[in-house]
Every structure is written in structure tokens, then in C-alpha cells.
């Protein structure tokens, strides 16, 4: 594995107690129990539909539980204080809304700089830092749509980060992005991660994410296998969260998944 | 004069939130609910603007919580609320005559019947409005592009949606007299139309609007003067021609751009 959480894992963040909710009598989500602690940096796999954003939104206090809770940093999750970033899935973005890449960070600062169209000093700094790290300051006065792929992931990215969150949710955060780019957002988050930050993402990449990553999910509606890739990337448990036959197979030290057609 | 400018100004502002949130149609129903309240209010002698804010509050609420559940017929109900609510102000009308403004007034817009207590009124309004949009234009801004992430960014979008559906039913109220209930969603949604079509920019488009409805509003009372027409159609079709123009603009200028791109990739080459 290629990305290494820090090493004292101790206080937990968010804690997942028997969960089960979802959408209008829907049960997506299905007796989920999970524990992330200070300073994890987890994957989730699962197919379509598996609830994977349902998941985020339900950290986010967003999805109706129907039985057990959701503790967040010792409250319960409607009553959330952590700073929370959040990147969401970019097809769920109006790119035609006339927002530039400037516009968009700053949004980032709204717990902050309430009021007024405005932001303060240390706000256009913060915004300055940011779009330097994540290489966007030749772009920043972009319209979103007048992006590449990567770079839509970046500002979306700068917004969550702007305000130094404590915990990072991104959802897809490397689909729709060459090789190279996928790399160098996977490198950005590691960096975070190994400042202190908590980061729970999901995606559809087994081989060049998943497996580099220190935990993975799988989930289906509940969840199938939880640990290391090493330990949980089996044939069983991929059958049983995609209904797919695959291969494993181990190369440096890391294990991969071959689909069997 | 003065009336016409901020009604136009007022329209232009709204219209960039009612259009970016892809509730166009707000605008119209929201008028024909209003004119059901304004006329009932009339008949029971409650003042004007109260009755009918009041009126126009509560069917924006409820119109924008029908479009946030999606579900099949929430669309078709607003419109069968909002239509009997203007049948309601019609049949009251010709019942009893009691109706204190002109018919046609209140159909087309006429300025001309606009009497003191209606230009304090807009210009109260206006400066509610700008105010609202001044203060709380980051929230405004991060609910209308993405109404579920502004909640996990911590914007209190329910209250947000309150003011602005507060601010919404208190524009139309005020822009009846000028405008007409038939022809107020045009005067709304022009302007922001036309602006989005010149600006990929959320902040120029907020002032582009209210600059070009101001410009709207003034220019086309000056032709409904002249030409002797009802004002609230002067100044759609005035409103409507600025459309056109900005249309052929952006398309041609879509088309230089585009050209300049090819030209530097073949530079590239
Ligand atoms: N807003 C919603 N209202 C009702 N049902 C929803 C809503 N969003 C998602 N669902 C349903 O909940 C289930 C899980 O959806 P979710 O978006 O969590 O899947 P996902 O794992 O993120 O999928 P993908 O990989 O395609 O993003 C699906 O059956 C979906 O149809
Ligand atoms: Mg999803």
C-alpha cells in the first residue's frame, strides 16, 4: 500500500452504531456499524447504487436514520461541530451556473466570512494558498465549465480545503481524470491526511486507488468487508459486493483485482 | 419614472436567483396567486400590499417546497393553485366591481395609476431587496448553485429560502401596478436571461441584471408614453428585443472565440 495513515490512531471521530436509513422508506443504508478515528484516510468501493454517497450525505446529517446513530466527535450528527469538507460528486454540478474558480474557493469560506459579498484579508490569502497548492492560479477566473476534468476535481478540492478542515469527504474525487492527474490528487490528499487530516472517500478504482489506500470498504447497502486491502481484497468479497468474479493477485507487496469476463 | 427605473432594477436582481435556480415559471404563477390575494384582500377590505404580500409569501413557500419534492405533480398542482387563485381574483372582480384598480391596470400594468403610497412601496421594497441580497449574498449564492452542499457548508438554507421568498412575493406585489400580473415573469426573467448570455460571471451577472431591468423598465415606460401602449408591455417587448440582441451577440461571439481557439491551436501545431 502506497498511502500510510499516521501511526497514533486513537480518538475516534465518527461512529456509526447499528445504522440503518436512507430515502423516503427506502433502506439504503442497512445496520451499518463503523468506527473512523483521528487521522484515518479510508476508501469505500461498492457499485452503483450501493449507497456509497448515501453514506457521506449520512456523516453530513443529511439522510433520515431509521434505527441506531451516528455519533460525530461525541454528538450526534445533527449537532455536528467538526469542520467538515466536503467535494461532491461532480456529476451532480450545474456547470453552466456562471460561478469562476475564484467564486467557488471562496464559497469554501462561508462558516467564516458570513456576511456581505466581501471576504476579509486573512480570507484572500487563505484562498491565494490554496490555489497555488492545488495549481490553480493561472485559472481563477475561469468559468467551471472551462475546465479540464482535473482541474474541476482541484477547485472543487479547494473549496473543501480552504478553511482547513478537520475532516475530508470527497466523493469520486479521481473519476473522470487522466492517469497523471489521478496520481497527483491521490499524492494532495496524502499530504493532508499526514498533516492530520481525516479523510473518508469513495471510489469506483480497485487497482490504481483502493488498493494503495490503508483501509477500504465495500459496501451494499451494508457493509461486506472492512480492513486493509491486503485482507479484504478477496474473491469472496468482491463477488458478494459486485456480484462479479475477479481475480487477486499480489505485486510489491499490494494486492489487485483482475476482472474475469 | 423613478417607479418604473426601481421596479425594472428590482425585477433584474430576482430574476438572476429565480433563473440560476431553474424556477422560471415562479415568477408567473406567483403573480396570478398574488392578484387571487390582492382581490380577495380588496373585498375584505384589508389593505392592499399586507393582503396580498402576505398572500404571495405563503403560496412562494409552499410553490418552492412542491418543486424541492419532486415528485410527479407537484408542477401541475402549483399551477392548478395558482390559476384558481387568479380565477378566484376575476370571478370576485366581476361579481362585485369592487375591485379599487383598474382591470386592465392590473392585467397589463399601467403606470400611469400609480399613485404615492404605491411608489413608497417600491421603493421600501427595493431597498429591502438590495439590502437582503447585499448582506446575505454568500448564502444566496452557494444555496442557488448548490442548495444540498451549502447545508453541509453550514448556510441555513431553510431561513435563506424563507427571506428570499419573502423578498420574491414582496417584488411582485409591488411590480403588479407597473408591470400586470400577466406580463411580470417576463420582466423577471429577461433580464437575468439576457445578462447570463453576456457574463460567465455570478457578480457581474447580478449587476448586468439589475442594470439592464432598470434600463428596461425606464426605456419602456418612455415608449409606453409615447406610443400610448399598456407599460407592462412596452417594457417585455423592449426587454424581449435586448434578448435578441444579446443572443446574436453571443453567438457570434461564441463563434470569434472559437475561431481565435483554432487559430492558437494551429499556432501550437
Ligand atoms: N435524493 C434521493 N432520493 C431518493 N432516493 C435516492 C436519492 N439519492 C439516491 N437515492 C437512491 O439511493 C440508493 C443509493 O444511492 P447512492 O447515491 O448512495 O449510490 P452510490 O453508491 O453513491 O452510487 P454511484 O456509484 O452511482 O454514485 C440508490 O438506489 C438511489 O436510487
Ligand atoms: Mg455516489
Not at chain 2, 434578448?243 to 487559430?263: C, D, E, M, P
Request: aromatic residues 10%.
Amino acid at each position: 500500500m502506497l498511502y500510510q495513515s499516521q501511526n497514533s490512531l486513537s480518538e475516534i471521530l465518527i461512529q456509526f452504531d447499528s445504522v440503518s436509513g436512507g430515502y423516503e422508506g427506502e433502506m439504503t443504508l442497512n445496520n451499518i456499524n463503523l468506527i473512523i478515528k483521528k487521522g484515518e484516510f479510508i476508501g469505500m468501493l461498492g457499485p452503483s447504487g450501493s449507497g456509497k454517497t448515501t453514506l457521506l450525505k449520512s456523516v453530513l446529517g443529511d439522510i433520515r436514520i431509521y434505527s441506531g446513530e451516528i455519533i460525530i466527535n461525541g454528538k450526534d450528527e445533527y449537532k455536528n461541530e467538526l469542520n467538515i469538507g466536503y467535494v461532491p460528486q461532480l456529476e451532480t454540478i450545474d456547470w453552466n451556473f456562471p460561478i469562476t474558480v475564484r467564486q467557488l474557493i471562496e464559497m469554501g469560506m462561508i462558516r467564516t466570512s458570513k456576511y456581505f459579498p466581501w471576504i476579509k484579508k486573512e480570507g484572500k490569502l487563505a484562498v491565494e494558498a490554496i490555489s497555488n497548492r492545488l495549481g490553480l492560479e493561472e485559472l481563477m477566473n475561469r468559468q467551471i465549465r472551462e475546465l479540464s476534468g482535473g482541474q474541476q476535481q482541484r477547485t472543487f478540492l479547494g473549496r473543501a480545503l480552504v478553511s482547513n478542515p478537520d475532516v475530508l469527504i470527497l466523493d469520486e474525487p479521481t473519476s473522470g481524470v487522466d492517469i497523471r492527474t489521478k496520481e497527483e490528487i491521490m499524492a494532495i490528499l496524502n499530504s493532508l491526511n499526514h498533516q492530520g487530516v481525516t479523510i473518508l472517500m469513495t471510489t469506483h478504482e480497485i487497482n490504481s486507488v483502493a488498493s494503495q489506500l490503508p483501509r477500504v470498504i465495500c459496501l451494499k447497502n451494508s457493509i461486506i468487508a472492512d480492513g486493509s486491502p491486503n485482507e479484504i481484497f478477496t474473491e469472496e468479497n468482491f463477488y458478494a459486493t459486485y456480484g462479479a468474479t475477479v481475480k487477486t493477485i499480489e505485486h510489491d507487496g499490494s494486492k489487485f483485482v483482475i476482472e474475469m469476463l | 419614472m423613478l417607479c418604473a427605473l426601481l421596479v425594472g432594477m428590482l425585477c433584474g436582481v430576482i430574476g438572476v436567483y429565480i433563473v440560476m435556480r431553474g424556477m422560471s415559471y415562479i415568477g408567473h404563477g406567483l403573480s396570478h396567486a398574488i392578484f387571487g390575494g390582492a382581490v380577495v384582500s380588496s373585498l375584505m377590505s384589508i389593505n392592499f400590499f399586507i393582503g396580498a404580500s402576505v398572500w404571495g409569501f405563503i403560496s412562494a413557500v409552499l410553490i418552492n417546497l412542491a418543486t424541492k419534492k419532486k415528485t410527479i405533480g407537484a408542477d401541475a398542482a402549483i399551477g392548478i393553485i395558482t390559476t384558481a387563485s387568479f380565477a378566484l381574483g376575476i370571478a370576485i372582480i366581476s361579481k362585485f366591481k369592487t375591485f379599487t384598480r383598474g382591470f386592465d391596470a392590473a392585467l397589463f400594468g399601467n403606470v400611469l395609476g400609480i399613485t404615492n403610497a404605491d411608489l413608497i412601496a417600491v421603493i421600501f421594497v427595493t431597498l429591502f431587496a438590495f439590502i437582503i441580497v447585499l448582506v446575505f449574498y454568500k448564502q444566496l449564492l452557494f444555496a442557488t448553485f448548490d442548495y444540498d452542499v451549502a447545508k453541509y457548508y453550514g448556510v441555513p438554507v431553510i431561513w435563506i429560502d424563507v427571506i428570499f421568498s419573502m423578498t420574491l412575493a414582496a417584488t411582485i406585489v409591488v411590480s403588479m401596478q407597473v408591470l400586470g400580473v400577466t406580463l411580470i415573469a417576463a420582466a423577471v426573467v429577461i433580464p437575468a436571461v439576457v445578462s447570463r448570455l453576456l457574463t460567465n460571471n455570478f457578480l457581474h451577472m447580478l449587476i448586468f441584471s439589475t442594470i439592464i431591468g432598470g434600463f428596461c423598465g425606464l426605456f419602456g415606460i418612455y415608449l409606453s408614453y409615447y406610443l400610448d401602449i399598456a407599460s407592462g408591455a412596452s417594457v417585455v417587448l423592449f426587454s424581449s428585443l435586448l434578448f435578441i440582441i444579446a443572443l446574436l451577440y453571443s453567438t457570434y461571439k461564441g463563434r470569434i472565440t472559437r475561431t481565435i481557439n483554432i487559430r492558437k491551436n494551429k499556432f501550437h501545431l
